[in-house]
């Protein structure tokens, strides 16, 4: 299914403006989340990578 129009614009503008940069710091919300994996693991594996791209869709499981 197609991304609306604007969803898809807006999502070209951010990775115009972040793709390449690296991630300095991750700060986790402390408020309930549904991952299954421990927010400071997340904060670790994000802490220091390059955004390599924004996607604009997520991709859906065949049925």
């Given at each position: 299914m197609p991304e609306l129009p604007e969803v898809e614009?807006?999502?070209n503008g951010v990775d115009a403006?972040?793709?390449?940069?690296?991630?300095?710091?991750?700060?986790?919300?402390?408020?309930p989340q549904t991952f299954k994996t421990p927010?400071?693991?997340?904060?670790?594996a994000l802490t220091g990578a390059t955004i390599a791209k924004v996607p604009i869709a997520w991709a859906r499981p065949s049925p």
């Open positions: 614009t807006v999502a403006r972040v793709r390449g940069q690296r991630i300095s710091k991750v700060w986790p919300s402390g408020k927010e400071h693991e997340i904060a670790e």
